[in-house]
């Protein structure tokens, strides 16, 4: 049977995607960011997953104004890198796992969780960055990936509550799947940030570490906070947290904590990251 | 809609909501076509008659023809599409929160450095003193 063997959750930022293409991630800037995802790039080539879970957002690529989904999941056999105006990232296509994903989705709207289905999109930074940290600069992603767009662009994004439960309803589709499969689900974007207006560049440190603690510790009471909490002390483009949730809510009560990486600044953002696992 | 919201008390900051959605639509669509490199041609050559093929406001035209990214916020403009417009320009996020801020770049660049803009009195309006 497949298995969700570890929850995986990173920032996203454009940036970084830029110095990797670029050739700048051992200036000084960028050094201290990069060798943050040394142990994660080591910890993820022996753990070698057949398939990678990735929650993610959009930034305005695959979805306009004219079509605003709050879950949707590709079911594709392969998905383009998107051009968001500086030109496609030079990164591999992305591969998919559509057989998993239809059982994913079936299983998951079954569960009462109203995903739209995408048989086409291209995937932005929002994608493809995490991809980057985690698997360095490979001429192909090492694994299958279910590409999983969350709508944090349009207020209100889901409710955190939500994401955990939906987190939960993809662990139930995963384990019942009929093939040996190592997932992984990943849950991206965060941490404290705001990029807009002349509160732009907010950081809130202690925020974030309470945030990634809870999230470890006391998930289940942590996806009652309301957006309203992360808009104002995380920022308005931190409330992407509500997307490690799903990650979360994938997992066992009790994780254990296998990494945490925490840095400022990547331009505008707090970058953080942690690696967990069941216990059991 | 109708009513206060929530996040109304919230310092220098819009939330793109419903409301934003509507007002800003046409603002945001004109963004999105920014992500082809043959529209991003064409406005370059000419802004002021690119933005007439889209049915957005005047006011909005100015404030994109004037970069103001402020003021295409509060007509309805998204962040997100917004940047196909910074894109454009070969600029980056961090350039365009610097100018959002009214800081220059080098000073926005290092507050970053030293930890970013603090929470406190940012939360609510009127408790902060700089923005």
């Given at each position: 049977?497949?298995?969700?063997?570890?929850?995986?959750?990173?920032?996203?930022?454009?940036?970084?995607?830029?110095?990797?293409?670029?050739?700048?991630?051992?200036?000084?800037?960028?050094?201290?960011?990069?060798?943050?995802?040394?142990?994660?790039?080591?910890?993820?080539?022996?753990?070698?997953?057949?398939?990678?879970?990735?929650?993610?957002?959009?930034?305005?690529?695959?979805?306009?104004?004219?079509?605003?989904?709050?879950?949707a999941i590709g079911c594709a056999e392969s998905f383009q890198p998107a051009d968001e105006g500086w030109g496609p990232r030079p990164v591999p296509v992305v591969e998919g796992a559509p057989q998993l994903a239809a059982h994913i989705t079936q299983s998951v709207i079954e569960s009462d969780f109203d995903l739209t289905i995408m048989n086409r999109m291209e995937v932005d930074h929002g994608?493809?960055?995490?991809?980057?940290?985690?698997?360095?600069?490979?001429?192909?992603?090492?694994?299958?990936?279910?590409?999983?767009?969350?709508?944090?662009?349009?207020?209100?994004?889901?409710?955190?509550?939500?994401?955990?439960?939906?987190?939960?309803?993809?662990?139930?589709?995963?384990?019942?799947?009929?093939?040996?499969?190592?997932?992984?689900?990943?849950?991206?974007?965060?941490?404290?940030?705001?990029?807009?207006?002349?509160?732009?560049?907010?950081?809130?440190?202690?925020?974030?570490?309470?945030?990634?603690?809870?999230?470890?510790?006391?998930?289940?009471?942590?996806?009652?906070?309301?957006?309203?909490?992360?808009?104002?002390?995380?920022?308005?483009?931190?409330?992407?947290?509500?997307?490690?949730?799903?990650?979360?809510?994938?997992?066992?009560?009790?994780?254990?904590?296998?990494?945490?990486?925490?840095?400022?600044?990547?331009?505008?953002?707090?970058?953080?990251?942690?690696?967990?696992?069941?216990?059991? | 809609?109708?009513?206060?919201?929530?996040?109304?008390?919230?310092?220098?900051?819009?939330?793109?909501?419903?409301?934003?959605?509507?007002?800003?639509?046409?603002?945001?669509?004109?963004?999105?076509?920014?992500?082809?490199?043959?529209?991003?041609?064409?406005?370059?050559?000419?802004?002021?008659?690119?933005?007439?093929?889209?049915?957005?406001?005047?006011?909005?035209?100015?404030?994109?023809?004037?970069?103001?990214?402020?003021?295409?916020?509060?007509?309805?403009?998204?962040?997100?599409?917004?940047?196909?417009?910074?894109?454009?320009?070969?600029?980056?996020?961090?350039?365009?929160?610097?100018?959002?801020?009214?800081?220059?770049?080098?000073?926005?660049?290092?507050?970053?450095?030293?930890?970013?803009?603090?929470?406190?009195?940012?939360?609510?309006?009127?408790?902060?003193?700089?923005?």
């Amino acid at each position: 049977m497949a298995k969700i063997t570890a929850g995986v959750a990173t920032s996203h930022v454009p940036a970084i995607g830029a110095a990797l293409d670029l050739g700048k991630s051992a200036d000084p800037y960028w050094k201290p960011l990069f060798d943050g995802y040394e142990f994660s790039k080591r910890w993820i080539a022996a753990e070698k997953p057949d398939v990678v879970f990735l929650v993610y957002n959009d930034h305005a690529t695959a979805f306009s104004l004219d079509c605003i989904p709050t879950f949707a999941i590709g079911c594709a056999e392969s998905f383009q890198p998107a051009d968001e105006g500086w030109g496609p990232r030079p990164v591999p296509v992305v591969e998919g796992a559509p057989q998993l994903a239809a059982h994913i989705t079936q299983s998951v709207i079954e569960s009462d969780f109203d995903l739209t289905i995408m048989n086409r999109m291209e995937v932005d930074h929002g994608l493809t960055v995490p991809l980057s940290l985690m698997f360095g600069q490979p001429k192909a992603w090492p694994c299958k990936i279910i590409p999983f767009a969350v709508n944090v662009v349009q207020y209100p994004p889901p409710s955190g509550r939500r994401c955990y439960n939906l987190g939960k309803a993809i662990r139930k589709a995963v384990d019942s799947y009929d093939k040996d499969l190592k997932v992984q689900i990943w849950g991206t974007g965060g941490m404290s940030h705001q990029l807009q207006g002349p509160r732009a560049g907010l950081i809130n440190r202690e925020f974030d570490t309470m945030f990634l603690d809870r999230l470890i510790n006391d998930a289940d009471a942590l996806s009652m906070m309301p957006h309203i909490d992360y808009v104002r002390e995380a920022g308005s483009e931190g409330v992407e947290l509500v997307m490690w949730l799903i990650m979360r809510g994938a997992l066992d009560a009790e994780v254990e904590e296998v990494y945490r990486f925490y840095h400022v600044p990547a331009s505008n953002t707090a970058v953080g990251h942690v690696i967990l696992k069941n216990k059991s | 809609m109708t009513g206060d919201k929530p996040y109304d008390n919230i310092p220098g900051t819009v939330i793109f909501d419903a409301e934003m959605s509507r007002r800003g639509y046409h603002l945001n669509q004109f963004c999105m076509s920014l992500l082809k490199e043959q529209n991003r041609e064409r406005f370059r050559l000419n802004e002021r008659a690119y933005l007439d093929e889209w049915a957005m406001s005047e006011e909005q035209k100015q404030a994109v023809l004037a970069r103001d990214y402020n003021k295409m916020i509060a007509l309805g403009g998204n962040i997100y599409f917004l940047a196909k417009i910074f894109a454009t320009d070969g600029k980056s996020f961090q350039y365009a929160a610097a100018l959002m801020t009214g800081m220059a770049q080098e000073d926005y660049a290092n507050m970053m450095l030293k930890g970013g803009r603090s929470v406190e009195n940012n939360r609510y309006k009127g408790e902060q003193s700089d923005g």
